[in-house]
């Protein structure tokens, strides 16, 4: 990152919906230091059917914590020049944004695992609950972690940092 140039980190957790497209061009405004952006956008899915929506609910002031947390270690170890996390709280129906992450980098590969590395502890760290609100009417469950979620994040304090 050239001398003098501020890293950008913006973490909000709201109901409304998000343009990842305004939000990239936030994040890269008056930068042409920034060689690489990365984003991932999570979507509500349907379950094939079977679910009219998702409720999430968070620990307000923790959960921002949390996210800002993860994203200045991400910062630090990938060399990044900024990130956005946004995430989306209430009732989100399916195909409908639920989280975004942008990473910013002057090379590709930190952008890349910069993103991966953020969505990883994001999805085991953040205090987010998921509560199902099926199709068909009846109530929905809990969303439980997945064990295909730890074992990504776990796989991160095996590899050698990026960059």
């Not at 936030?26 to 952006?37: E, N, Y």
Request: with cysteine; glycine share 10%.
């Amino acid at each position: 990152m050239p001398a003098g140039a501020a890293v950008a980190l913006t973490v909000r957790i709201q109901t409304q919906d998000f343009d990842a497209a305004a939000e990239c061009a936030a994040l890269t405004a008056g930068r042409a230091d920034i060689g690489a952006l990365v984003t991932f956008t999570g979507l509500c899915r349907d379950e094939g059917g079977t679910l009219a929506a998702l409720e999430l609910e968070h620990y307000p002031g923790m959960a921002e914590a949390e996210i800002t947390r993860i994203c200045r270690t991400a910062i630090e170890r990938f060399g990044l020049s900024g990130i956005t996390a946004v995430h989306r709280i209430g009732r989100i129906a399916p195909g409908a944004n639920i989280v975004l992450v942008i990473a910013a980098a002057p090379h590709r590969h930190a952008a890349f695992d910069g993103a991966s590395f953020v969505m990883d502890f994001l999805k085991t760290s953040a205090p987010f609950w998921k509560k199902e609100h099926r199709a068909d009417g009846r109530a929905g469950d809990w969303v439980d972690a997945r064990e295909s979620d730890a074992r990504a994040r776990a796989a991160w304090s095996r590899q050698p940092s990026g960059g």
